[in-house]
């Protein structure tokens, strides 16, 4: 099965800095790849996911990068604010067959104001 | 808005009790899922449900059942509950089975002493 691995467990930085979380898979048939924040007391919601035939994508001041060859993806937060303080979750799996969505271990975003 | 409701945030149960744990989606999804979140380990799927009254186990589904007798509402079953079933506990829909949008209830904290 899938395996994913995150990095780092815990981030901090200045508010306004850039922060940055990578992610490794496994399975080179997946091909879906999603990215949930979690805020404090809270369930995850979807920020934004890419499928394999993207290399990158963007929704404002996040952005998304996917390496195939080297199986990893990562998120990136540009003019990071306080409001981007979260536990972050990335998520492997591929839609052939029955494969599940497999999450990695999570980053603790902390954004020092 | 999608919105998946978790029927108790907070339970304290004793080693052996029987445990139920309640979630309802109010936007027709198909597809409903446990997922049980530990610190360090991230989101794993416990059981996960495609159709009413139909099951699939997911990757730690050992000493869990689960039971979908309506759309909307999908409970997760502790039969006999362990001190190592301490966690949070997330319910989530979607519409497609893995490779779609989840969406997340707020989440269970279950204590079992």
């Known amino acids: 099965g899938e395996n994913v691995e995150q990095h780092p467990s815990t981030l901090s930085v200045q508010e306004g800095d850039s922060a940055v979380i990578k992610c490794t898979y496994s399975d080179s048939a997946s091909n879906y790849f999603p990215w949930y924040k979690q805020e404090l007391g809270k369930g995850p919601q979807l920020i934004i996911d890419i499928r394999s035939n993207v290399g990158e994508k963007k929704d404002q001041r996040i952005a998304v990068t996917l390496n195939k060859t080297a199986k990893h993806f990562s998120l990136h937060i540009t003019e990071t604010q306080p409001e981007d303080s979260a536990v972050y979750f990335c998520?492997?799996?591929?839609?052939?067959?029955?494969?599940?969505?497999?999450f990695g271990t999570g980053t603790r975003l902390t954004i020092i104001p | 808005d999608v919105k998946v409701t978790q029927s108790s945030r907070y339970l304290v149960k004793r080693t052996g009790e029987k445990v139920f744990l309640e979630c309802v989606q109010d936007m027709d999804h198909e597809n409903m899922f446990w997922y049980r979140q530990d610190p360090g380990l991230g989101l794993r799927l416990i059981y996960f449900?495609?159709?009413?009254?139909?099951?699939e186990k997911g990757d730690i589904p050992e000493g869990y059942s689960v039971s979908r007798e309506k759309k909307e509402r999908f409970s997760l079953i502790l039969e006999s509950a362990s001190t190592n079933q301490t966690s949070m506990y997330l319910c989530?829909?979607?519409?497609?089975?893995?490779?779609?949008?989840?969406?997340f209830g707020e989440g269970s904290r279950l204590t079992v002493l």
């Open positions: 449900s495609y159709d009413v009254k139909m099951k």
């Open positions: 989530a829909s979607s519409v497609g089975q893995h490779t779609g949008e989840l969406f």
């Open positions: 998520a492997a799996t591929s839609n052939f067959g029955n494969e599940k969505l497999t």
